[in-house]
């Protein structure tokens, strides 16, 4: 017979938290320093009363269906995003009340007590993030129980080399599997370093052992120290990584910088060089140009023309020599005085000198 939910409340006097509709999850604590969390497995489910979660499901269901993934059975779940938030607080809780909690599901959140039940896919579809929860919290949850295998089974999840701990998996048989009138169930007896289960019927006994409160305090804060220490390492190997990247591009940019500054020194040192030669070809070409204006005005304003180039000098010369002779065939005309044909032929041969 299937009961409903508010039918099942009612029936076993849960003492659950309405944390939103349609869910059976819920925590409560019997015994001193134990804590007793309840999952609802079946919360995103094709049968869910909720369409959303319906249409989660169905989501869970087609991206299954993908090669390389593991297959799902539609009698088993998922459990939500804010039941995730639920289990993580709770487990937060028990720790700071220095608890340690058993932890109880219809699906397996265990793959070899799913094998040993005799149905490997009858596991909870995002058992694997559960359980991240769960180690998030080391030692706080000793063992999860669950009850959906027809045979039950028992494994382990040892995370202690990581430093998160070990959680103990223990599928109950079901009832079912049993012939009429012959007993299956167990009593579960909690001591301070040990969980005992006494089996009857086809539910075996079984002991657990973990460590006692203070030893498990101990312990948590030994792995905090550790992991601590282990972040303040790879914090201080990421600074000297980050450094060392730093100081290699620091040189490679002094590298491309010596280079720029060595190229630009060739540059003006040859822009200098042009500078120079510039500079004397002016130097020369004032010179000339002084040159060439004193003979202007010592020629009485006449324009001297000439190659500006090498025969330059040789016309000025030229036109020193013209200028000397001009100055002696006036001297010549000063003295004509007193005797006409030695003036007459004092002004040929000067006409004769000129036309030469």
């Not at 804590?35 to 991206?63: Q, V, Y």
């Not at 390492?233 to 600074?239: G, I, L, P």
């Not at 590298?255 to 120079?276: G, S």
């Not at 010179?287 to 010592?298: N, S, V, W």
């Amino acid at each position: 017979q299937h009961f409903s939910l508010e039918e099942l409340v009612a029936l076993f006097n849960l003492p659950m938290a309405r944390h939103e509709p349609d869910c059976l999850y819920y925590s409560t604590s019997c015994a001193s320093g134990w804590r007793f969390l309840f999952l609802d497995t079946n919360d995103i489910s094709p049968r869910s009363s909720m369409l959303s979660k319906r249409n989660e499901a169905r989501e869970w269901l087609e991206k299954a269906r993908k090669p390389g993934r593991a297959a799902l059975v539609t009698n088993c779940g998922a459990v939500g995003k804010i039941q995730l938030k639920w289990l993580q607080d709770q487990l937060t809780r028990a720790r700071a009340a220095t608890e340690r909690v058993v932890l109880f599901s219809h699906s397996s959140l265990n793959e070899t007590v799913a094998r040993q039940g005799g149905e490997p896919d009858l596991i909870c579809w995002n058992f694997k993030q559960v359980m991240e929860v769960i180690f998030s919290e080391r030692d706080v949850v000793v063992c999860c129980l669950s009850g959906q295998q027809l045979h039950g089974g028992y494994g382990v999840d040892d995370m202690t080399r990581r430093g998160r701990g070990r959680v103990h998996h223990l599928g109950i048989q079901n009832a079912i599997s049993e012939q009429d009138g012959v007993a299956c169930f167990g009593i579960l007896q909690l001591f301070e370093n040990r969980i005992v289960l006494q089996g009857y019927g086809g539910v075996k006994p079984l002991t657990i052992s973990c460590p006692k409160v203070e030893e498990a305090k101990a312990m948590h804060n030994k792995a905090e120290a550790a992991a601590a220490a282990a972040e303040t390492q790879a914090r201080v190997r990421r600074q000297n990584e980050e450094l060392d990247t730093k100081q290699a591009h620091e040189a490679h940019l002094a590298t491309e910088m010596a280079h720029t500054d060595a190229a630009a020194l060739v540059f003006d040192i040859e822009q200098r060089k042009l500078y120079l030669v510039a500079e004397e070809e002016e130097a020369k070409e004032r010179e000339i140009e002084k040159d060439r204006l004193a003979l202007y005005y010592a020629g009485g304003g006449e324009e001297v023309e000439g190659a500006e180039d090498e025969g330059r000098e040789d016309q000025l010369g030229e036109v020193g020599q013209t200028q000397e002779r001009r100055t002696i065939d006036e001297k010549k005309e000063t003295v004509t005085y007193g005797n006409d044909d030695k003036a007459v032929t004092e002004v040929s041969n000067k006409k004769s000198d000129s036309e030469k």
